[in-house]
């Protein structure tokens, strides 16, 4: 699933024997009725015209041409953030810190906190940051460990040395648990 501003993408991957696929919108806050959003034997469907920072339930299940079915459900918020990931995401591997870009930013400044302390602060100059598993910061060896991390981001000016920064662009959070081994 990948909540957007106004919508919400899920997406499956179905059984070699499967007929066909059924994503249904369940009863959500102000609303009574369950919606078919989509039928078919596609592997992703978007649902539009939804009011953002309301949890939305799916569900989505699978047929074969015996009438046998295997259902799950998915539940997301759409959001108008362009931060991904969003808030409280879990992730398994270092995550990709992505933002909207800002007209005329030389650089953007990235800082990552683990708790009150500090742990990174990063130059890139696109609108994104991979992170690493492990970095230098203010002399000490850090590593990405199991988990909650804040991360803030703020457009930079000029030259670095010039500490020309706009307004904050935004900040977001994620839980990181690392892959099982």
């Known amino acids: 699933k990948a909540p957007g501003n ?39 469907v978007t649902d539009h015209g939804l009011k953002n920072g309301v949890r939305y339930h799916y569900l989505v299940t699978d047929f074969d041409q015996a009438g046998n079915t295997s259902a799950v459900g998915e539940s997301a918020i759409p959001t108008a953030s362009t931060l991904r990931p969003l808030t409280g995401t879990v992730v ?35 609108a994104h940051l991979a992170l690493p598993l492990k970095w230098h910061y203010r002399g000490k060896h850090r590593r990405l460990a199991k988990g909650v991390y ?32």
Request: hydrophobic fraction near 30%.
């Open 6 to 44: 106004g919508t919400i993408r899920l997406s499956w991957v179905l059984p070699s024997d499967a007929a066909g696929v059924r994503v249904v919108r369940l009863a959500t806050q102000g609303t009574a009725a369950r919606k078919t959003i989509y039928q078919g034997s596609a592997t992703h």
């Open 92 to 126: 398994q591997a270092p995550p990709r810190l992505t933002w909207k870009q800002v007209k005329g930013a030389d650089y953007y400044n990235v800082q990552l906190y683990k708790g009150k302390r500090k742990i990174l602060s990063a130059w890139p100059h696109g």
């Open 150 to 181: 804040r991360w803030y981001v703020w457009p930079g000016y000029g030259e670095r040395a010039a500490h020309r920064y706009g307004n904050r662009i935004g900040g977001s959070s994620f839980r990181y648990r690392s892959q099982p081994k």
